[in-house]
């Protein structure tokens, strides 16, 4: 083969006299395997360009920051396009304050703005693109009186319900509640839904516009073998006026009558955690707006939020990557971030919360042992242990200690001595890994 195309595993792909590594929207998370054998696509990338003396040419409209900084600072070269394919005008952007709509009367989850918009749209017989970027119909059950939320019994996150399945289901074990539970099972209060996915979007949409036909991508629609291709081919013949869906609809999509786009729910996202979360926020954004107007007709889209004076909210929807790439680098250099360090999370998981738990603080113990005796000369400020952002998945308990750090061959080195040691027989029961830099 003269040319692979694939995705982040086509980089092993065992290929002599590379002269070429393109990685196309770079900025993606998925580029990283975060389970074993961990790697980074980025890197191997770069390890077989030099091995080979190959041009690399990372692409992206909103490349990641620490890319962008590598560019700006000389490691690598910038080449910049500075008008859109077809020389077509980027489209127009409204932010719409959920908290206004709210006060004036407006209970939905659609603003009487996009509502507006979407009408125009189906009179004009152009189509629609809204994204939200939580599957099912209600994200939560939460009880009217002790207020506890109702979570998976596997895994520390809140059950979804779906209704066209009718039960909870959780999105990362599978585990389901059928029927839905209507009392507490802490106090036996009763148990309010709330959220708003996108099955509950579709159903909106279709009261609102009856005569719209609304097509649903998500997790739950696109499950059967070749359900996204041919749903997207539906949409590209005029099938449907209005598609809903998940990250799935932000990215790479090209429909020449798509003249509206909708973004949903982008709160979540924007407060998550993470030093990330402004950066992902921004490219998400950014790439769905992009899919509007995309042909001769202007595009035009609406962002719903209840910050709406957020600067990145602001940024993205003026499609300012340098102005925001210059807010976001001061930010990552006042509280030391990457690109400033690298960052290493040691991770320990168990079936055993008390077993987890002695491992990772031993894992703290270790770290610091070696960092005021063998390896005094690697610089480290070492934190934790804590719990994982998501404590317990399929009764899995998991811990972390993360690391700030230069990596460095010496870093790498007292790594390995940590996995090591902590696979032998005495923590059997535990699982420990090393991430350097992960998403």
């Given at each position: 083969a003269d040319i692979v195309v694939g995705t982040r595993s086509a980089i092993f792909s065992p290929l002599e006299n590379i002269g070429l590594i393109i990685v196309d929207e770079e900025q993606e998370h998925t580029y990283r395997s975060e389970s074993a054998p961990r790697y980074s696509a980025h890197e191997v990338a770069r390890q077989r360009a030099a091995e080979n003396g190959a041009l690399l040419l990372l692409a992206s409209a909103t490349p990641s920051t620490e890319s962008f900084y590598a560019?700006?600072?000389?490691?690598?070269?910038?080449?910049?396009?500075?008008?859109?394919?077809?020389?077509?005008?980027?489209?127009?952007?409204?932010?719409v304050d959920m908290r206004a709509e709210l006060a004036s009367g407006n209970p939905r989850e659609i603003s009487l703005a996009l509502e507006d918009a979407i009408r125009r749209n189906l009179e004009a017989k152009k189509q629609t693109i809204l994204l939200l970027n939580r599957r099912g119909y209600q994200t939560m059950a939460q009880c009217e009186d002790?207020?506890?939320?109702?979570?998976?019994?596997?895994?520390?996150?809140?059950?979804?319900?779906h209704k066209s399945a009718h039960k909870l289901l959780c999105h990362y074990c599978g585990s389901q509640m059928d029927p839905?539970?209507?009392?507490?099972?802490?106090?036996?209060?009763?148990l309010q839904y709330r959220g708003f996915g996108t099955q509950k979007a579709e159903e909106e949409l279709a009261k609102l516009f009856p005569d719209a036909r609304v097509l649903r991508m998500d997790q739950d629609s696109?499950?059967?073998?070749?359900?996204?291709?041919?749903?997207?081919?539906?949409?590209?013949?005029?099938?449907?006026?209005?598609?809903?869906?998940?990250q799935m609809v932000a990215k790479g999509l090209d429909f020449e009558d798509v003249t509206l786009v909708g973004v949903l729910g982008i709160d979540s996202l924007l407060f998550a955690q993470g030093f990330r979360a402004y950066e992902n926020v921004?490219?998400?954004?950014?790439?769905?707006?992009?899919?509007?107007?995309?042909?001769?007709?202007?595009?035009?889209?609406?962002?719903?939020?209840?910050?709406?004076?957020?600067p990145v909210l602001n940024l993205a929807a003026a499609q300012d990557y340098r102005a925001f790439y210059a807010r976001d680098i001061k930010l990552r250099e006042a509280f030391t971030f990457p690109p400033f360090c690298d960052i290493a999370v040691i991770s320990a998981a168990s079936a055993s919360e008390a077993a987890c738990m002695k491992c990772?603080?031993?894992?703290f113990t270790f770290m610091k042992d070696k960092m005021s005796g063998d390896y005094r000369d690697v610089p480290v400020i070492s934190f934790g242990?804590?719990?994982?952002?998501?404590?317990?998945?399929?009764?899995?308990?998991?811990?972390?200690?993360?690391?700030?750090?230069?990596?460095?061959?010496?870093?790498?080195?007292?790594?390995?001595?940590?996995?090591?040691?902590?696979?032998?027989?005495d923590y059997k029961a535990v699982s420990v890994g090393v991430d350097v830099n992960p998403t």
């Open positions: 560019a700006r600072n000389g490691r690598t070269q910038l080449v910049r396009l500075t008008q859109r394919y077809g020389g077509n005008p980027l489209p127009t952007v409204q932010i002790c207020r506890e939320v109702l979570k998976c019994p596997k895994c520390s996150v809140p059950m979804v319900y839905p539970p209507t009392v507490c099972p802490t106090c036996g209060g009763k696109t499950a059967a073998k070749d359900a996204h291709e041919k749903l997207l081919a539906r949409f590209a013949n005029h099938e449907y006026d209005i598609m809903v869906g998940t921004f490219s998400l954004i950014t790439q769905v707006v992009g899919r509007s107007g995309r042909a001769k007709d202007p595009g035009f889209a609406i962002i719903q939020t209840t910050d709406p004076d957020n990772a603080t031993d894992i242990p804590f719990e994982a952002p998501l404590y317990k998945i399929e009764d899995c308990y998991r811990m972390r200690v993360v690391l700030k750090c230069r990596r460095s061959k010496r870093l790498l080195a007292m790594l390995g001595e940590l996995l090591r040691h902590f696979t032998t027989k």
